[in-house]
Nanobody
Framework: QVRLVESGGGSVEPGGSLTLSCAAS????????MAWFRQSPGQERKGVAK????????YEPISFWGRFRISVDNAKNTVYLKMDNLKPDDTGTYYC?????????????????WGQGTQVTVSF
């Protein structure tokens, strides 16, 4: 069983930055892959970054290149999402997810554990 606790959300003006944290505990094998998803109002949950916690291989979809970056600190059992140059469209609830294997895409069904989410609001 894996427990995930997100933190770091908040309100920021366009162009600002935030770093989200996801503290993980429980079965290490079941969180070999960790990811961040965003769910904006009226939209489906969308993957924004994922990382293999074993070898550090990270992937962000091209639409987030240069703005979002995922990283892991295995000593702290924590995954981070650094978000720069935030836009109003980045507003939403950000969820941390974990699974035993990184899927080829960002199918939510590929992740077996989820956090409660942290809200990010980008506005003036």
């Amino acid at each position: 069983q894996v427990r995930l606790v997100e933190s770091g959300g908040g309100s920021v003006e366009p162009g600002g930055s935030l770093t989200l944290s996801c503290a993980a505990s429980g079965d290490t094998l079941a969180r070999a892959c960790m990811a961040w998803f965003r769910q904006s109002p009226g939209q489906e949950r969308k993957g924004v970054a994922k990382i293999n916690t074993t070898n550090g291989a990270a992937y962000e979809p091209i639409s987030f290149w240069g703005r979002f970056r995922i990283s892991v600190d295995n000593a702290k059992n924590t995954v981070y999402l650094k978000m720069d140059n935030l836009k109003p469209d980045d507003t939403g609830t950000y969820y941390c997810a974990a699974g035993s294997v990184c899927p080829s895409g960002f199918q939510p069904a590929g992740f077996t554990s989820w956090g409660q989410g942290t809200q990010v609001t980008v506005s003036f």
